[in-house]
């Protein structure tokens, strides 16, 4: 169009587009003002450069900022201070100027030294880290109701009765219920009465405390603080002397190698006390202590007898067996080994020492090999593969019962 050419045109290589009255306003002899042409060139962005801004932009910014400032004062304003990097005082330098007395926080840890026993000089009192550390008094002990050195909580109304009826311990405190006695009532005045006679102090507590007291496992609102028990270290030489054959009467001696679990050790202890077996011999290898968990499932019965130890147990049915014992083991039913019976068909002639071995495995092929005679229970039923053969502690009593039952 006419009109369109009239009023734009390309006048440079960018194509910038200007109007045809401001160009013929400038044009001088003919042609056209070239200042004019590069200042338009330069008005116009260019990638890479700033905008430029306008002149009144830039009169605005200078008036905004020399309105909050004084002529004579060219310190800038708040929000202009730069952040200055943090300092580190050194020691001894104060932070507000001069040398002073360094703050706190400012002080750096000096290591703890270890002072000699005569550091003091003279009088000189002690400080509180270089005092002797005292011993724990009774009165804080019993707040904290733990037992002492050496000693541990039996629980439950048997176990604690028997235990002061034999006084094969050593008592500290007997712990009540601060509460009425459901059941047992008659046993637990007498274990009170017991413990007045032995000068036990009698403390009461929560039935809440006593159990945080034990841990897992039920006191029936007594727990008694006594002394540990251990089991008797045996000897070979013990064994010659104690072997002395009884014909109107024959000895069983149990033997036990390598019972861990201490319910299934206080039921055998139970089992063993009822039925009359003479003696009880423990290893003292992978065998189960005498705790008070064992105690209370004997039912006490563990602190009515002496059980021993022994760390060669090979040598000890060797021993017996050169003496004219009859060594029995025990075997599951579903074992087809030699000279196995059942215990119902054994018949009891002399001295007989028993032998039974872990839960998991049973006796080892050593010890196998070291007895006589191989007994096992009669199943009443054809087996599952997964289940044949007893809990040790129930196999255990079956075993006595038919073995001592025919002993005179």
């Known amino acids: 169009d006419e009109e369109t050419d009239r009023r734009f045109a390309k006048v440079n290589s960018n194509h910038v587009p200007v109007a045809m009255e401001r160009i013929r306003s400038r044009q001088i002899g003919g042609g056209f003002d070239v200042d004019f042409l590069e200042e338009t060139k330069s008005a116009r962005p260019r990638p890479g450069k700033p905008k430029q801004k306008p002149a009144w932009k830039q009169d605005y910014g200078n008036w905004r900022r020399d309105r909050w400032m004084d002529d004579d004062d060219d ?3 708040p929000w202009q201070h730069r952040r200055r990097p943090q300092r580190r005082w050194a020691d001894g330098e104060s932070r507000y100027g001069g040398e002073g007395e360094a703050l706190p926080w400012q002080q750096r840890r000096r290591p703890q030294q270890r002072w000699t026993e005569d550091r003091s000089d003279g009088d000189e009192e002690l400080l509180p880290w270089e005092q002797p550390r005292r011993q724990q ?3 804080n002990r019993q707040l904290k109701n733990v037992p002492a050195v050496g000693s541990e909580f039996l629980y439950g109304i048997a176990p604690c009765l028997l235990a002061l009826r034999q006084g094969q311990r050593s008592f500290s405190r007997l712990f009540l219920k601060d509460a009425p006695y459901q059941t047992g009532a008659d046993r637990v005045e007498e274990i009170e009465s017991m413990a007045d006679e032995k000068e036990v102090q009698v403390v009461r507590i929560p039935k809440q405390g006593m159990s945080r007291m034990i841990g897992e496992g039920t006191h029936q609102g007594v727990c008694l603080e006594a002394t540990k028990r251990r089991a008797e270290p045996l000897i070979l030489d013990d064994i010659s002397q104690a072997v002395e054959l009884d014909l109107e009467r024959p000895p069983v001696w149990l033997v036990l190698n390598e019972v861990q679990d201490p319910m299934n050790f206080g039921a055998i202890l139970r089992s063993s006390y009822y039925l009359g077996v003479d003696r009880i011999i423990a290893s003292s290898n992978n065998s189960c202590p005498l705790t008070p968990v064992v105690s209370k499932a004997s039912s006490g019965a563990m602190e009515m007898q002496t059980v021993y130890s022994m760390e060669d147990i090979p040598a000890l049915l060797q021993t017996l067996s050169s003496s004219g014992w009859t060594v029995v ?18 018949a009891l002639s002399g001295p007989t020492v028993l032998v039974l071995g872990s839960e998991g495995n049973g006796l080892s092929a050593e010890l196998e090999n070291m007895c006589s005679t191989m007994v096992t229970i009669r199943p009443g039923r054809e087996l599952h593969p997964g289940i044949d053969s007893l809990n040790v502690s129930v196999a255990t009593g079956i075993l006595l019962h038919n073995i001592l039952s025919s002993r005179k």
Do not use: Q, R
């Not at 039913?333 to 054994?346: H, L, Q």
């Open 137 to 139: 008094a009774p009165e």
């Open 75 to 77: 310190e800038p304003l």
């Open 329 to 346: 083991g025990t075997v599951a039913a579903t074992n087809d080994k030699e000279n196995t019976i059942f215990s119902g068909d054994f």
